[in-house]
């Protein structure tokens, strides 16, 4: 078994004994519903990773590093609800599978209990986390609203799409492996590189993200192809499309979007978007990012193993199938 997969099976057994068995059931089946969901767990994973930079008694915060896991589902609850998501890794929003407001309630729950998780670590590091998760959280917040400012604009900049997923998703990405920086008592240096490889790491890979909800594969990709034009969602590919598209096929962007027919929709959106060649500057943009992370990961001072373990996964992340 290799390192990576061995952090994995500690992630997943830890979930698994986090189990919500209280009562009321429907506050709390939910919750567990959707941990047990899977997903590749690269937030807790990542926060492990980069403990293991500078220390190898990983056990002993695994739990803090479920916080960022647990605040993360709870987020994805609140967004399906948001998107009118039908599907989550290929299975039921848990808005679907119960109602829109068991799915607000136990997402409030998951939220506490992220606090919870951050509150087992050493009393020392409580002041500095819970003041960084809660600015993390507070901008997760705020990129989401952006978001959803996004579909009433006419027109946004590729630097304002780049900040909104920089704060939705990015910036919890830099804080998981900020986190086991903190943890392991690495310099403000190697706790600063840590965190800007996160949020490039979190940008290429909503530009990933956001490439595959229209061109990827759906057998492999977990959520609905073309969710985002369905839902009118403006894109990094809607993004480059407005600015990069002739005044005809502008408007021809503007008159799919406009069709009633959900498929018909999605194949005449998906079609300008490859006529335009915004899929291309799309996988350009992230690519940048891409090599960015490299970049930040030789800047870190931590040993060599878990460098090349970071490395891995990192490289591991931008071959998602589409």
């Not at 790491?201 to 073309?226: C, E, H, R, S, Y």
Request: charged letters at 25%.
């Amino acid at each position: 078994m290799t390192h990576i997969n061995r952090l994995k099976t500690s992630l997943n057994k830890a979930i698994t004994n986090c189990k919500f068995e209280s009562e009321p059931q429907n506050l709390y089946d939910p919750i567990n519903y959707i941990l047990q969901l899977g997903g590749k767990r690269i937030r807790p994973l990542l926060t492990l990773l980069s403990y293991d930079l500078y220390k190898d008694n990983y056990d002993g915060i695994i739990d803090t590093a479920l916080a960022v896991e647990v605040f993360h589902n709870f987020t994805l609850m609140h967004d399906d609800i948001m998107d009118h998501a039908p599907l989550r890794r290929g299975k039921a929003t848990v808005h679907e599978k119960w109602d829109t407001n068991s799915a607000i309630l136990s997402g409030d729950v998951m939220l506490i209990k992220a606090y919870d998780l951050i509150l087992k670590s050493d009393k020392k590091y409580h002041s500095k986390l819970l003041a960084r998760f809660n600015q993390i959280a507070i901008q997760v917040c705020e990129g989401q609203q952006m978001d959803m400012n996004f579909e009433s604009r006419a027109t946004i900049s590729r630097s304002e799409y780049i900040e909104m997923i920089r704060l939705k998703t990015a910036v919890l990405i830099g804080f998981s492996l900020e986190l086991g920086g903190i943890l392991a008592d690495a310099s403000k240096e190697d706790q600063k590189a840590l965190y800007n490889l996160g949020e490039n790491l979190g940008i290429a890979f909503q530009i990933q993200d956001d490439l595959l909800d229209t061109f990827g594969n759906p057998k492999t990709f977990g959520k609905k192809v073309g969710g985002d034009i369905a839902e009118n969602k403006k894109t990094i590919l809607w993004v480059e499309a407005m600015q990069s598209g002739n005044k005809k096929m502008i408007q021809a962007l503007k008159s799919a979007y406009e069709l009633a027919n959900e498929s018909e929709k999605i194949k005449k959106v998906s079609e300008i978007y490859e006529q335009i060649e915004a899929k291309v500057t799309c996988q350009e943009l992230m690519e940048i990012h891409r090599v960015k992370c490299l970049q930040n990961i030789k800047s870190i001072k931590g040993v060599l193993f878990g460098k090349s373990k970071l490395r891995q996964l990192v490289d591991s992340l931008f071959v998602r199938e589409q």
